[in-house]
């Protein structure tokens, strides 16, 4: 079972959930299903003038751009830079990461694992350990 992803995009005192697949994958690009998704928006919400349209769909893009910008931080940018082998540059990412965010656990349990990866394993079931107690339960 797919999950349906979604972003929450407001205009005036609406809220939308714009699904993900109106766009071209990991991209802030509408692709072909996106024309169709606005135009039963506004078949759904006949006070949505052109205009309006016009701007909910920029509003959309920057939402998305947002989304995008934020999967690239923390432990999801180390994650992948580990994956390319760039072990070092991922624990540099997250170390600089976590003195903004020092509750994040799931950077913490990344560090963790990335440390471990490389034979530093003390360190990294520290890190692990650190990170849990910001993991409700």
């Known amino acids: 079972?797919?999950?349906?992803?979604?972003?929450?995009?407001?205009?005036?005192?609406?809220?939308?959930?714009?699904p993900y697949s109106i766009f071209v994958k990991g991209t802030a690009e509408f692709n072909g299903k996106a024309d169709k998704h606005f135009k039963m928006l506004q078949e759904r919400y006949p006070w949505l003038s052109n205009n309006s349209l016009t701007v909910l769909k920029r509003r959309t893009t920057e939402e998305m751009e947002r989304v995008i910008e934020e999967s690239l931080r923390g432990p999801a940018k180390?994650?992948?830079?580990?994956?390319?082998?760039?072990?070092?540059?991922?624990?540099?990412?997250?170390?600089?990461?976590?003195?903004?965010?020092?509750n994040?656990?799931?950077?913490?349990?990344?560090?963790?694992?990335?440390?471990?990866?490389?034979?530093?394993?003390?360190e990294g079931y520290k890190a692990m350990n650190h990170g849990?107690?910001?993991?409700k339960t």
Not at 3 to 12: A, L, S, W, Y
Not at 104 to 111: N, T
Request: net charge negative.
């Open 1 to 18: 079972m797919t999950q349906n992803r979604t972003i929450k995009v407001e205009h005036g005192s609406l809220i939308l959930n714009i």
């Open 78 to 102: 180390a994650r992948i830079l580990s994956s390319e082998g760039k072990d070092m540059e991922a624990i540099r990412h997250l170390e600089s990461y976590l003195i903004e965010n020092q």
């Open 104 to 122: 994040d656990g799931d950077a913490w349990y990344a560090l963790g694992e990335i440390l471990c990866k490389i034979g530093r394993e003390e």
């Open 132 to 135: 849990r107690r910001f993991f």
